[in-house]
Every structure is written in structure tokens, then in C-alpha cells.
């Protein structure tokens, strides 16, 4: 089971994501500094100070890999490739906004990939055991997945925008409204985080409260192969509607 935990690959996955991040500064900030430039003082300070605080939240929560870590990466990189996107609406250079946004797209997706999952489950695990994360359904990912998504960033920064845009009343509503939103949000996207099969040297556990109520350890000597259920089979489906 070892090289399951310590493949190499995935940490080098992971380590793309962090160094691309580690490096926006340099890369995507005049990108956004230009867009900032036509907004209003108030305004720009207040996002210029959002992007720096949730910069340096994501740089040390991507080192350290965690199942809650791994929620906030994988909100923040295309939630990037947004914020780049709408720097570009007017007078931008959108040659260089193209190129800097379709990289941080292709990062947002290698965050999203199994690999870089498997490294940050794995942050958590204990000895020999190794957790591989579940895919959330075709259903959950067709829409629900994003929306919800995005009403969880949303709702962290259209309220302080809002407000520093000197729309009082409804900014007030919004920060408390989106706040709470939010929290629920990310609470449901870290819950998917929890679902895994765990090799252990006495089997595989199945750990997925969206299937079984308790996890539930298939031991090693009831375990002739894993593989797709044959076409017509009567076997117990646990995937939830995953695709694959």
C-alpha cells in the first residue's frame, strides 16, 4: 500500500498548484492591478486588501494538506481565473490577460484532479493507511457542485465590495446574509472532502456517509479484485452516481 500513499506524481501535481500560486504576484498582479486602476479608491483598497489576505490563506493552506486545505485551493484557483477575467473588461491588454488566465485555468483544473485530492486526504491519514477520495456524482457536479461553489465565494466578498462601494444598506444585508451562506457552503464542500476508500493492512474500509452509515472494513481475505461490476450484475452499487 505504500506506493499508493507516497506516489511521486501526485506530489508533483501539487507542488505545480502551489508554485503557480506562490508566484500570482508576479504573474496575474499588474494583470489586476490594471484592472483595479478604474474603480473607485475605496473600492480598490478594500479588493486589493481581499486578494492579498486570501493570497497568503491559500499559499499556507496549500502547504498544508489537509481535507479543509484542499476546499479553499480548490475555490481559489478558478475563483482566479474570474477575478483575472473581469481585469480585462476595459483598456486591458487582453493578449496578456488571455495567457495568464488560461494558465491559472489549467491549474484551477490540476487542483481539481484526483491527484492533487489523494495528496491533501492523505495529510490526515495515520501509518499505513492510505485514503483515496471519492468522486462526487454526475448529478452533483452537472450543477449543484458549482453553484454551490460559487454562493460560497460569493457570499465571503460581495458583501465588503459592496460596502466599500458605499451601498450601505445592502451591503450590510449581503456580508451577513453571504457570511451564513457561506459557512454553509463550505461545511457541504468539506463534508465531500470526507469520503474515501482506506487501504489498511487488514483491508479496505469503505468511509463515505453518503453510502454507508458507519464506515465499514471489507477485509483483506474477503477480497478476491477490485474492477467494474459485470453489465446485469445484482452487486450493491456504493459509487452514488459517480462517473467512471
Not at 506562490?22 to 496575474?28: D, K, Q, T, Y
Not at 490563506?57 to 481559489?76: E, F, I, K, N, Q
Not at 474492477?227 to 450484475?233: E, N, T, V
Request: glycine share 12%; aromatic share 6%.
Amino acid at each position: 500500500m505504500g506506493w499508493v500513499k507516497g506516489l511521486q506524481g501526485d506530489r508533483a501535481w501539487a507542488w505545480l498548484v502551489r508554485v503557480w500560486w506562490a508566484a500570482l504576484p508576479f504573474s496575474a498582479g499588474p494583470v489586476l492591478a490594471d484592472g483595479l486602476h478604474m474603480t473607485s479608491a475605496a473600492w480598490r483598497t478594500t479588493a486589493s486588501v481581499g486578494l492579498w489576505v486570501l493570497w497568503g490563506a491559500v499559499l499556507v493552506g496549500s502547504l498544508l494538506a489537509h481535507p479543509a486545505t484542499l476546499v479553499l485551493v480548490r475555490l481559489a484557483t478558478p475563483s482566479a481565473v474570474v477575478a483575472l477575467v473581469w481585469s480585462g473588461r476595459e483598456g486591458a491588454d487582453w493578449g496578456e490577460v488571455a495567457v495568464v488566465a488560461a494558465i491559472t485555468a489549467g491549474v484551477a483544473a490540476v487542483s481539481l484532479s484526483a491527484p492533487v485530492g489523494h495528496v491533501f486526504v492523505n495529510g490526515i491519514s495515520y501509518g499505513d493507511e492510505a485514503r483515496l477520495l471519492l468522486r462526487p456524482s454526475a448529478m452533483l457536479l452537472a450543477g449543484p457542485l458549482p453553484v454551490m461553489a460559487a454562493i460560497t465565494v460569493g457570499g465571503v466578498v460581495s458583501g465588503p465590495l459592496l460596502l466599500a462601494a458605499e451601498h450601505w444598506a445592502i451591503g450590510g444585508v449581503v456580508t451577513a446574509a453571504g457570511g451564513a451562506l457561506a459557512m454553509v457552503g463550505a461545511r457541504s464542500l468539506h463534508s465531500l472532502t470526507k469520503r474515501w476508500l482506506v487501504f489498511v493492512p487488514a483491508g479496505v474500509v469503505i468511509h463515505d456517509h453518503l453510502a454507508v452509515q458507519d464506515p465499514v472494513l471489507l477485509r483483506r481475505r474477503a477480497v478476491a479484485r477490485f474492477g467494474p461490476a459485470r453489465q446485469g450484475s445484482d452487486a450493491l452499487d456504493l459509487t452514488m452516481g459517480a462517473a467512471g
